[in-house]
């Protein structure tokens, strides 16, 4: 059982280059979010999905876009990096949204040069 | 505005207790999360409180008190594998959740 899956790891982006960073859950969770996690804040939501077909824009959404065309997959996009945007990114999925537990993915750090 | 706040760091010894506070202040209130995150890893449940009192799960307790927009989360008995960062994060009125920036707990020997 993996849970949830991101990729990839670890990556080095140029300025104004597109990106996806990949999200992928097998628990059949409703809703999965986005967030980034910079040093000395604390987790920032940047979309999320209450189930799928539907997304919503989080804090800090801003150069940044999502899909939910299924409900495994939560992908996220950067049109056009800006070194702002770099950061460590989490993908959480939970049963619905609310109070049930979220379960995060094992994240991915981005640097954008 | 919303906001948590969590002391940024903490230092215990080995096999002693420690008390991690978290104020909030959000728009309205449903529950209150603990995570723990080990240094490069993903954060992890640690507990839920909506009412107010104490839940107990092990070594670690959470406590919630609505009227003071007040939690915290007892660790006994500390391991060194406890030393992590500690989150505390506030459901709002849109069920969101609002994230402190963590406590870091240092364990020493």
């Known amino acids: 059982i993996a849970g949830i899956t991101q990729a990839p790891t670890s990556q080095i982006l140029a300025a104004g280059r597109r990106m996806t960073l990949r999200c992928t859950q097998d628990?059949?969770?409703?809703?999965m979010y986005w967030y980034r996690q910079d040093l000395g804040l604390g987790l920032r939501l940047i979309h999320y999905?209450?189930?799928?077909?539907?997304?919503g824009k989080g804090e800090v959404p801003d150069g940044y876009s999502v899909s939910r065309a299924n409900t495994d997959d939560f992908p996220l996009t950067l049109a056009s990096a800006v070194p702002s945007q770099t950061s460590v990114y989490f993908c959480a999925s939970s049963a619905s949204g609310g109070n049930n537990e979220q379960f995060f993915g094992p994240g991915t750090r981005l640097t954008v040069l | 505005g919303q906001n948590i706040d969590q002391p940024t760091e903490m230092t215990a010894t080995e096999g002693a207790i420690v008390q991690i506070n978290c104020t909030y202040q959000t728009s309205g209130f449903n529950g209150l999360f603990w995570y723990q995150q080990h240094a490069g890893e993903a954060p992890t449940f640690l507990s839920y409180?909506?009412l107010d009192g104490l839940e107990e799960k092990g070594r670690f307790s959470s406590f919630l008190s609505r009227s003071k927009g007040y939690s915290y989360l007892l660790l006994k008995e500390l391991q060194m594998k406890d030393s992590a960062s500690y989150l505390c994060a506030a459901l709002d009125s849109n069920y969101q959740l609002i994230w402190g920036a963590g406590t870091k707990l240092i364990i020493k020997p």
């Open positions: 628990m059949r969770h409703n809703a």
């Open positions: 409180n909506v």
């Open positions: 999905s209450n189930t799928a077909g539907t997304t």
